[in-house]
T-cell receptor, first 114, second 114 residues
Framework: ETGVTQSPTHLIKTRGQQVTLRCSSQ?????VSWYQQALGQGPQFIFQ???????GRGNFPPRFSGLQFPNYSSELNVNALELDDSALYLC?????????????FGPGTRLTVL | SQQGEEDPQALSIQEGENATMNCSYK?????LQWYRQNSGRGLVHLIL?????REKHSGRLRVTLDTSKKSSSLLITASRAADTASYFC??????????????FGQGTTLQVKP
């Protein structure tokens, strides 16, 4: 088990609503990345935060946004939920720089959009 | 689109047998990693191989990398029922701006029968 925690474990929302997912990084890790994993697919990179600033973004629309706090915990916010947003959302923390490639994943939040 | 593609998509073997799964990717990389995922939970980092390495071992795992063919393989020897999981390769692209932004394949689902 990694030291990365995520909350909530499961979440059910309806189309058009907004959702906030939370992640607590492993101790000493100041870089956090978020991934979306649809059923039967590999994770897709959403964005990464380093020192409270966005440090790269994948091919996701602006309604996906994030925050990183001084204690390195992070939030993923999704506005105007769509049915296709139903997925497992994974948070991963890592050390900075060249060590950032090795990522430590949390257990994920399963989001269902009805 | 996915950078990596795993082959086969599914693999079923008996306990004690070896399991081999392959990964192909499209662009130049800094390193390639393999992760394991149990039943839709978080991913666990298994092994990282750098672009200047050809083979790496970790316990019962053996990873090879052929950058000329843009492919990698993961061998699990003497498999156990506990190895039943999905296995993903993930590539890290060149350049500091890409650090920590992993691109995953679609995964190989391994079932080890007792």
């Amino acid at each position: 088990e990694t030291g990365v925690t995520q909350s909530p474990t499961h979440l059910i929302k309806t189309r058009g609503q907004q959702v906030t997912l939370r992640c607590s990084s492993q101790s000493g890790h100041n870089t956090v990345s978020w991934y979306q994993q649809a059923l039967g697919q590999g994770p897709q990179f959403i964005f990464q935060y380093y020192r409270e600033e966005e440090n790269g973004r994948g091919n996701f629309p602006p309604r996906f946004s994030g925050l990183q706090f001084p204690n390195y915990s992070s939030e993923l916010n999704v506005n105007a939920l769509e049915l296709d947003d139903s997925a497992l959302y994974l948070c991963a923390s890592s050390l900075p720089g060249l060590q950032a490639d090795t990522q430590y994943f949390g257990p994920g939040t399963r989001l269902t959009v009805l | 689109s996915q950078q990596g593609e795993e082959d086969p998509q599914a693999l079923s073997i008996q306990e004690g047998e070896n399991a081999t799964m392959n990964c192909s990717y499209k662009t130049s990389i800094n390193n390639l990693q393999w992760y394991r995922q149990n039943s839709g939970r978080g991913l666990v980092h298994l092994i990282l191989i750098r672009s200047n390495e050809r083979e790496k071992h970790s316990g019962r795992l053996r990873v090879t990398l052929d950058t000329s063919k843009k492919s990698s393989s993961l061998l699990i020897t003497a498999s156990r029922a506990a190895d039943t999981a999905s296995y993903f390769c993930a590539t890290a692209l060149h350049g500091s701006s890409n650090t920590g932004k992993l691109i995953f394949g679609q995964g190989t689902t391994l079932q080890v029968k007792p």
